[in-house]
């Protein structure tokens, strides 16, 4: 009893603590500058600056990790102690802002084994999980769920969609042991499924058994030809006849011409090549199906989702347009704790992120219109100094005024007339 008491104890403990394999938010001022390592594969890697951009929920809370200049490769990595997921979910998380509305360039994280040699990370180091946005023109805008496999990185097979607006967003993947996996964006399900079926880590089940053949005597013609049907007697027409309406020429000359011989037109009458009536084919047996088997060099693998010594989460990255914010970086083993941590930061500053950006966005356009106004009276203002240096036009415009002013009044007093004339009729 009192074994079981304290298993139950333990297994109680253990089923509620979390276990928090990395946590990354930017709290600690350049502290974040002992955590991080950068490669020094290229000698002209983009600098990363710390900051919570132009707008923000939270002056400190948001502050992250910015790629800070265009047109550059970014590389760096941060080291945890390391895992394995077996038998237990893994949940990988992080924000992602896009702040200076971004053309062309990654948002994703890489996850790492230990052997990872982070001062020489670059784009071909091998990694075990690929996750998060990549944004480049209007056609690449999508979410990468990658997982090396036995050595080869697979990518999934659907098409998950990225945010690209300028707010941050949440991106979340949870893998199970089940070898499902979810991805979330902003605590939303956007993808699910399996690992077997939304990747092509194994060779497929079955294969087109190669012993089979289609009989020779298969028949899959679904009509045949009516044997009851016979041509008819007048079918057969000449495509072309000799025109009916052609004359010989007054000056055909037998000698010098040859014969004459009418042009030649279109038969009216001509039905073409005569076909048979179709009728439904008794002896069909449908579309052959080509049987399978059992894919030899398949063979199931429950261990697909299994990554040992995870140990490093690495930025790895080219951007076009610098300006992408990276922050709230989590590792875990705990679905509902990624949830509640998502609500506890991303969840508190979504809103007055939004907010600020909408005032930041109010003002500008004010400040435009403002502009396009002072814009517009300084042409009129430049419009009326032109007109005071032409007299000649100033007293032809004056003339035409005049000229317009009679027509009016010429044309309210017959209609005033005419107003009394009405009035009398009545
Ligand atoms: C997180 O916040 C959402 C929205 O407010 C809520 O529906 C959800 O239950 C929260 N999750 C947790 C784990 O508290």
């Given at each position: 009893?009192?074994?079981?008491?304290?298993?139950?104890?333990?297994?109680?403990?253990?089923?509620?603590?979390?276990?928090?394999?990395?946590?990354?938010?930017?709290?600690?001022?350049?502290?974040?500058?002992?955590?991080?390592?950068?490669?020094?594969?290229?000698?002209?890697?983009?600098?990363?600056?710390?900051?919570?951009?132009?707008?923000?929920?939270?002056?400190?809370?948001?502050?992250?990790?910015?790629?800070?200049?265009?047109?550059?490769?970014?590389?760096?990595?941060?080291?945890?102690?390391?895992?394995?997921?077996?038998?237990?979910?893994?949940?990988?998380?992080?924000?992602?802002?896009?702040?200076?509305?971004?053309?062309?360039?990654?948002?994703y994280?890489k996850v790492?084994?230990?052997?990872?040699?982070?001062?020489?990370?670059?784009?071909?180091?091998?990694y075990y999980i690929m996750f998060g946005?990549d944004?480049?023109?209007?056609?690449?805008?999508?979410v990468h769920v990658i997982f090396n496999y036995?050595?080869k990185n697979h990518l999934i097979?659907?098409?998950?969609?990225?945010?690209?607006?300028?707010?941050?967003?949440?991106?979340?993947l949870?893998?199970?042991?089940?070898?499902?996996?979810?991805?979330?964006?902003?605590?939303?399900?956007?993808?699910?499924?399996?690992?077997?079926?939304?990747w092509?880590?194994?060779?497929?089940?079955?294969?087109?058994?190669?012993?089979?053949?289609?009989?020779?005597?298969?028949?899959?013609?679904?009509?045949?030809?009516?044997?009851?049907?016979?041509?008819?007697?007048?079918?057969?027409?000449?495509?072309?006849?000799?025109?009916?309406?052609?004359?010989?020429?007054?000056?055909?000359?037998?000698?010098?011409?040859?014969?004459?011989?009418?042009?030649?037109?279109?038969?009216?009458?001509?039905?073409?090549?005569?076909?048979?009536?179709?009728?439904?084919?008794?002896?069909?047996?449908?579309?052959?199906?080509?049987?399978?088997?059992?894919?030899?060099?398949?063979?199931?693998?429950?261990?697909?989702?299994?990554?040992?010594?995870?140990?490093?989460?690495?930025?790895?990255?080219?951007?076009?347009?610098?300006?992408?914010?990276?922050?709230?970086?989590?590792?875990?083993?705990?679905?509902?704790?990624?949830?509640?941590?998502?609500?506890?930061?991303?969840?508190?500053?979504?809103?007055?992120?939004?907010?600020?950006?909408?005032?930041?966005?109010?003002?500008?356009?004010?400040?435009?219109?403002?502009?396009?106004?002072?814009?517009?009276?300084?042409?009129?203002?430049?419009?009326?100094?032109?007109?005071?240096?032409?007299?000649?036009?100033?007293?032809?415009?004056?003339?035409?005024?005049?000229?317009?002013?009679?027509?009016?009044?010429?044309?309210?007093?017959?209609?005033?007339?005419?107003?009394?004339?009405?009035?009398?009729?009545?």
């Amino acid at each position: 009893m009192q074994v079981l008491g304290v298993v139950a104890v333990i297994l109680a403990v253990y089923c509620v603590h979390a276990k928090i394999y990395f946590r990354e938010e930017f709290l600690d001022g350049d502290e974040w500058r002992s955590r991080w390592v950068n490669s020094k594969h290229k000698s002209d890697y983009g600098e990363w600056k710390l900051t919570a951009g132009n707008f923000y929920g939270d002056a400190e809370k948001d502050k992250g990790l910015q790629t800070s200049q265009d047109a550059r490769f970014y590389a760096a990595s941060a080291r945890f102690e390391p895992f394995s997921n077996e038998g237990k979910p893994v949940v990988i998380q992080f924000t992602v802002k896009h702040e200076q509305k971004i053309d062309c360039g990654g948002g994703y994280v890489k996850v790492f084994p230990d052997d990872l040699d982070q001062t020489a990370m670059h784009g071909d180091s091998s990694y075990y999980i690929m996750f998060g946005p990549d944004i480049c023109g209007y056609s690449t805008k999508k979410v990468h769920v990658i997982f090396n496999y036995k050595g080869k990185n697979h990518l999934i097979k659907k098409e998950i969609k990225c945010k690209d607006d300028e707010l941050t967003h949440m991106y979340t993947l949870i893998l199970n042991p089940d070898q499902t996996y979810e991805v979330k964006i902003d605590n939303e399900k956007v993808e699910s499924g399996s690992l077997e079926e939304d990747w092509d880590f194994l060779p497929p089940k079955n294969i087109k058994d190669p012993e089979a053949k289609k009989p020779e005597d298969w028949d899959d013609n679904a009509k045949m030809d009516d044997a009851d049907d016979t041509k008819p007697e007048d079918w057969d027409r000449s495509e072309n006849i000799p025109d009916p309406d052609a004359k010989k020429p007054d000056d055909w000359d037998v000698d010098m011409d040859g014969e004459w011989e009418p042009p030649m037109i279109p038969n009216p009458e001509y039905k073409g090549e005569w076909k048979p009536k179709q009728v439904d084919n008794p002896n069909y047996k449908g579309p052959w199906v080509h049987p399978e088997i059992d894919n030899p060099e398949y063979s199931a693998d429950s261990n697909i989702y299994k990554f040992d010594k995870i140990s490093v989460l690495g930025l790895d990255l080219w951007q076009v347009k610098s300006g992408t914010i990276f922050d709230n970086f989590l590792v875990t083993d705990d679905v509902k704790e990624a949830e509640d941590i998502t609500n506890e930061t991303w969840g508190v500053t979504k809103e007055p992120e939004r907010k600020m950006k909408q005032e930041q966005d109010d003002l500008k356009r004010k400040e435009e219109e403002e502009k396009t106004k002072e814009q517009d009276t300084e042409v009129e203002e430049d419009g009326e100094d032109g007109e005071d240096g032409d007299d000649e036009d100033d007293e032809i415009d004056e003339e035409e005024e005049e000229d317009t002013k009679d027509e009016m009044e010429e044309a309210l007093s017959e209609m005033d007339e005419e107003e009394a004339k009405l009035k009398d009729e009545l």
